[in-house]
């Protein structure tokens, strides 16, 4: 179980996507096999929007500055397709 740094909520490690930091870029990390600190998010538009909102990857990752999602949002629309609207509790 891992918690999603945008909506707070527990989740399967499966149903959450990580991201990791590298020379100061954020970047969608699918299977779980880049080394470092990771912070797990829904792959969902509104999660990565509370989560940029709350400014929670530079914290949960603990490094300086504001992070750009422009590869996190790029990598979401492109695998796991647009924003669903299923009323999936948990999600966003």
Request: proline share 10%; aromatic share 2%.
């Amino acid at each position: 179980m891992r918690t999603c740094v945008g909506c707070r909520t527990r989740a399967a490690r499966s149903d959450l996507l990580r991201i990791v930091v590298v020379d100061g870029e954020l970047l969608p990390d699918p299977r779980r096999r880049m080394p470092g600190r990771g912070a797990h998010v829904h792959p969902d538009m509104a999660c990565l929007d509370l989560a940029e909102r709350r400014r929670a990857f530079p914290r949960a990752l603990r490094v300086p500055g504001p992070l750009g999602l422009e590869r996190i949002r790029a990598h979401v629309r492109q695998v796991h397709g647009p924003a669903r609207d299923d009323g999936e509790p948990g999600r966003c």
